[in-house]
Nanobody, 121 residues
């Protein structure tokens, strides 16, 4: 049974930092590309960052809105993907989800339950 469990969300002041974690189980983690998405009530879920699987060289990509402030990384030995968020802005407030896609696939088959991030001004 595949599970993705996020943690690390919370309340932070603008300009602060948070690190989100997502622990995966039930599949071969190194074969999975991992993504982070976020959603605000009433809006569509939006892409934040992606780190590719081992065969894809572990390359990363980011939404323009977070580039230079957020960093995605993974520890295959711990089956964990991280999202380091620095210089947070109130507009970063959202529920953040991690997701898994097989190898180079663009569609994500696996989703976590989400963790709330609130940035106060």
């Amino acid at each position: 049974q595949v599970q993705l469990v996020e943690s690390g969300g919370g309340l932070v002041q603008a300009g602060g930092s948070l690190r989100l974690s997502c622990v995966a189980s039930g599949f071969t983690f190194s074969a999975i590309s991992m993504g982070w998405f976020r959603q605000v009530p009433g809006k569509e879920r939006e892409f934040v960052a992606r780190i590719n699987w081992n065969g894809g060289g572990g390359s990363t990509s980011y939404a323009d809105s977070v580039k230079g402030r957020f960093t995605v990384s993974r520890d295959n030995a711990k089956n964990t993907v991280y999202l380091q968020m620095n210089s947070l802005k109130p507009e970063d407030t959202a529920v953040y989800y991690c997701a898994g896609a097989w190898a180079n696939a663009r569609n994500y088959d696996y989703w976590g339950q989400g963790t709330q991030v609130t940035v106060s001004s």
